[in-house]
């Protein structure tokens, strides 16, 4: 199958997300009963809704988006160039607004496809989520409703390990230190994003972690398409 994907036919991403709020009393009050049935689920008997509440960011309805990072393989001057933008800040709805009018350009040719690693699990359905939250029109690549499997042009790199295993879970950083790729996480992991935001306010170091994913995420495509990986001199960030 990856033999007929073109690596300049992919636009690959990868989200960051954190709690609505930077802390649990500042949730209103109706979100706070939702929280607490939903994290009824997986809390400990001595955990409360609030000893829990970092963990709301991996929910579309407890959580948001802070940076969307994207990026694109193309040729020029015989090698291979990586070109990476950010859609980063602290209002989500503009950063939706901007990443979709982007979406809507990048996929006119229905021969397009998105890729991230973990992301049909994950970031497709949370930016489509917070998207209809704001009203904001979803991009058709992303409005899956109602469409046949190989009309749905979402590619995933976790997927693909999967090999059909449905119950195995590969992390990124596993995959890139297996397969010798440069890894992402040598600054912040995932677990420090919402520190990093409420607390430092720095979104531009999120958003230079997040460009990092997805750059590890299209040298494993590569890898497993058996293609080489693009030299770290060729990665321009827009």
């Not at 607490?36 to 963990?55: M, N």
């Not at 979402?154 to 995959?175: A, Q």
Request: hydrophobic share 40%; glycine share 6%; aromatic share 10%.
């Amino acid at each position: 199958m990856l033999d007929n994907v073109k690596v300049d036919d992919i636009m690959f991403l990868d989200i960051e997300t954190v709690p609505q709020e930077a802390t649990f009393d500042n949730v209103n009050t109706d979100m706070q009963l939702l929280w607490e049935k939903k994290s009824a689920y997986f809390r400990q008997e001595d955990e409360s809704p609030a000893d829990v509440y970092g963990r709301a960011g991996i929910y579309a309805e407890f959580g948001k988006i802070v940076c969307i990072s994207v990026g694109v393989i193309s040729a020029r001057g015989g090698k291979r160039i990586f070109r990476v933008k950010s859609f980063a800040g602290d209002n989500e709805k503009v950063l939706l607004e901007d990443f979709g009018q982007m979406l809507n350009h990048f996929a006119r040719d229905v021969h397009k496809n998105i890729c991230g690693h973990n992301a049909k699990e994950f970031d497709f359905p949370y930016i489509a989520r917070r998207m209809l939250i704001h009203g904001v029109k979803l991009p058709p690549i992303l409005d899956v409703a109602g469409k046949k499997p190989w009309e749905v042009k979402f590619l995933d790199t976790m997927d693909m390990w999967k090999f059909g295993d449905y119950k195995h879970y590969t992390s990124l950083n596993l995959l890139t230190t297996i397969f010798n790729i440069p890894s992402p996480k040598d600054d912040i992991d995932g677990s420090q994003v919402a520190a990093v935001f409420y607390e430092e306010n720095d979104v531009e170091r999120i958003a230079h972690y997040c460009e990092k994913d997805v750059l590890a995420t299209a040298q494993l495509f590569l890898r497993l398409k058996g293609e080489a990986l693009i030299n770290e001199d060729d990665v321009e960030h827009a």
